[in-house]
T-cell receptor, first 109, second 116 residues
Framework: DAKTTQPNSMESNEEEPVHLPCNHSTISGTDYIHWYRQLPSQGPEYVIH???SNVNNRMASLAIAEDRKSSTLILHRATLRDAAVYYC??????????FGTGTSLTVIP | SAVISQKPSRDICQRGTSLTIQCQVD?????MFWYRQQPGQSLTLIAT?????????ESGFVIDKFPISRPNLTFSTLTVSNMSPEDSSIYLCSIKWQTGGMNEQFFGPGTRLTVL
């Protein structure tokens, strides 16, 4: 069973913000939350990660719930190049990754 | 970051045969991982491969079916043995890589396997 659950698909208009949710109710105190995205015919690539506090980088923001049982990846202005499958991942004790079900993001011009 | 390559990029195989997938990294890395991505699905971790020790397999995956070698710090192989059509998937290797004080993973491009 996946350790994280995500909506199968979402749509966004170009230039608008996108909020991608993830539930990880069984997260342990030491599990980091990572987000990766996968473009067609490519391996996943890093987007952002966090533990407890909200995080920002040049690609996105990560909002983590106070109880850490859910998180939200925020793309501030979606572009056509952001169309991909976004995975919410919990990192295990020896740095192994357990991928969620993934959300396929469609960006509408 | 490191550059990761996989061979073959794709293959079509007959039922009952075996295929060995190679993963080559242009830098020395301690930990490598192998994943399976079934059609239209997410990635599932098969095993963790450290150089100099036996691979650690996740639940549902066994060494007889997916033997892994890790002969040095830049190379690993995954063999898919006695294949059936259910083994048709993309197989990806990844490496543990430290950037900015955090451990991330970089992924290879994947090997697309079709079993007839």
């Amino acid at each position: 069973d996946a350790k994280t659950t995500q909506p199968n698909s979402m749509e966004s208009n170009e230039e608008e913000p996108v909020h991608l949710p993830c539930n990880h109710s069984t997260i342990s105190g030491t599990d980091y939350i990572h987000w990766y995205r996968q473009l067609p015919s490519q391996g996943p690539e890093y987007v952002i990660h966090g533990l407890t506090s909200n995080v920002n980088n040049r690609m996105a923001s990560l909002a983590i719930a106070e109880d850490r049982k859910s998180s939200t990846l925020i793309l501030h202005r979606a572009t056509l190049r952001d169309a991909a499958v976004y995975y919410c991942i919990l990192r295990g004790p020896i740095d192994q990754f357990y991928f969620g079900t993934g959300t396929s993001l469609t960006v509408i011009p | 970051s490191a550059v990761i390559s996989q061979k073959p990029s794709r293959d079509i195989c007959q039922r009952g045969t075996s295929l060995t997938i190679q993963c080559q990294v242009d830098s020395q890395v301690t930990m490598m991982f192998w994943y399976r991505q079934q059609p239209g699905q997410s990635l599932t971790l098969i095993a963790t491969a450290n150089q100099g020790s036996e691979a650690t397999y996740e639940s549902g995956f066994v060494i007889d079916k997916f033997p892994i070698s890790r002969p040095n710090l830049t190379f690993s192989t995954l063999t898919v043995s006695n294949m059936s059509p259910e083994d048709s998937s993309i197989y990806l290797c990844s490496i543990k890589w430290q950037t900015g004080g955090m451990n991330e993973q970089f992924f290879g491009p994947g090997t697309r396997l079709t079993v007839l």
